[in-house]
């Protein structure tokens, strides 16, 4: 592993009562520790498992990509500082990494695709194709396949949200087999009970406070497909 432990200074947070600082989940973890070399957040929407993901990146110094920030109604101007309040620890030296979105992602590829313009080459590590002009779920998997094949540490929030059930399956593979390699360390906030078989990673429930380690079997995902397809008629009012 790239970072072996996530740590949280409660204390110093500054305040308790606005987002996400008032969340148990980041008041009572201490330490979160990253074992294996695939890493997996879960939890139900607003558990705080992307919001922890966008700070490490912040910690990381990871680079996300932004499209247009629009204006908001409500919004927490502690929203984005986690990262301060947060530490990681390095096994080794400090190495590159990415944040993966699909709402980044429309940024990132958009942003390739104009430099292209000018430089056709800079498609060639994607197949020589624009990413804009793939299918999404084609565009995804030819920058999976061309980014994480290098050393480094990868941050990817829900990338199972534009992926066929087919091409969740070639992403297993490819996180799986890239992690047993050594030079790639993922973690990953995710829904999808495909991800999270992936053989030998850790499941980290969000869902539980202080935050901890589920087995696959005893995820909710894995128990409601596991029944739903055994009997979807029973699902149906």
Known sequence: ??????SFSSEKYPTDNAYPFDMPVFRETKIIPLNKNVTFF???????????????AYRCRIHIWEGIQKTRYQYSPYEDKLYKYIDVN???????????????F?????????????????LDEYGGRSLVAQSHGQSLMAYFTSRYNRKGLYLLDEPETALSP?????????????GKNGDAQFIIATHSPILLACLGA????????????????????????????????????
């Open 90 to 104: 390095w096994t080794d030296e400090i190495v590159p990494g990415s944040f993966f979105s699909v709402e980044n």
């Open 42 to 56: 879960i939890g139900e929407n607003g558990s705080g498992k992307s919001t922890l993901l966008k700070a490490l």
């Open 166 to 178: 087919k091409h969740q399956i070639e992403l297993l593979n490819l996180i799986h087999r890239l």
């Open 1 to 6: 592993m790239h970072i072996d432990q996530i």
């Open 106 to 122: 429309r940024s990132y590829s958009q942003t390739v695709d104009s430099w292209a313009a000018a430089l056709p080459s800079m």
């Open 202 to 237: 850790d499941i980290f429930c969000f869902d539980r406070v202080p935050v901890g380690l589920i087995e696959y079997e005893q995820t909710e995902y894995y128990r409601v497909y596991k029944e739903f397809l055994s009997a979807p008629e029973t699902f149906i009012n």
